[in-house]
């Protein structure tokens, strides 16, 4: 089974609108990484959260971290075009071993101008 | 500064071939990880490299190495390539000095692999 569940698994929204994304997680949380990839490329590096009930926010992005349900969620207001891609989590497990970081499936997101 | 640069960005094999892909690290980074990601899935997990040395494996078969150079580059090599072994493969490297895991893994744009 996957260990980090992304929802929904692709979406698409009307330029302006609000969404959210959600990550969670079958096992407990040492960090929790977002990226954002663009089709076929690399990862670029949005936001970490570590301690239960951490937001950050980067420009119109905003993502929280609850520990208690092993869950994050990221909130992008006002979504525009260059908002597109596919978002994924990325997590540390304890007993992982090394630094290795479990991703979920992504979650792809579509902006209509 | 630059970020994490890949060699080569595309590259066609045939099955039974061998593959030797690169990976410089952003300048300072002492830690390399390396990933394989397969259309419509999140990367998985192949290796990771601090300090020359190996400090964890994922689940691949032996057919997949890698190594670390004193200038912290790294190249991962694949033997005897399978049909399976196409997907864009990503190198990340890290500022983790010790065993802390806070720090990100910072990624660069990949070496898409096809295999015929």
């Known amino acids: 089974s996957q260990e980090l569940e992304q929802s929904p698994q692709s979406l698409i929204v009307q330029e302006g609108k609000n969404l959210t994304i959600n990550c969670t997680s079958s096992?407990?949380?040492?960090?929790l990484y977002w990226y954002k990839q663009k089709y076929g490329e690399g990862l670029i590096f949005l936001m970490m959260?570590?301690?239960?009930?951490e937001e950050k926010s980067h420009e119109k992005i905003t993502a929280k971290l609850d520990e208690k349900k092993q869950q994050s969620s990221l909130h992008i207001t006002a979504s525009q075009p260059s908002h597109a891609g596919i978002y994924l989590c990325?997590?540390?497990?304890?007993?992982?071993?090394?630094?290795?970081?479990?991703f979920g499936k992504g979650t792809k997101l579509s902006v209509i101008p | 500064d630059a970020g994490v640069t890949q060699s080569p960005t595309h590259l066609i094999k045939t099955r039974g071939q061998q593959v030797t892909l690169r990976c410089s690290p952003i300048?300072?980074?002492?830690?390399v990880s390396w990933y394989q990601q397969v259309l419509g899935q999140g990367p998985q997990f192949i290796f990771q490299?601090?300090?020359?040395?190996?400090?964890g494996r994922g689940n691949f078969p032996d057919r997949f190495s890698a190594r670390q150079f004193p200038n912290y580059s790294s190249e991962l090599n694949v033997n005897a390539l399978l049909l399976g072994d196409s997907a864009l493969y990503l190198c990340?490297?890290?500022?983790?000095?010790?065993?802390?895991?806070?720090?990100?893994?910072?990624f660069g744009d990949g070496t898409r692999l096809s295999i015929l």
């Open positions: 990340a490297s890290s500022a983790l000095t010790g065993l802390e895991a806070n720090q990100p893994q910072h």
């Open positions: 096992k407990t949380l040492y960090g």
């Open positions: 959260l570590q301690k239960g009930g």
């Open positions: 990325g997590a540390y497990f304890s007993g992982a071993g090394s630094y290795q970081l479990t």
């Open positions: 300048s300072g980074h002492k830690s």
């Open positions: 490299y601090y300090e020359k040395e190996e400090r």
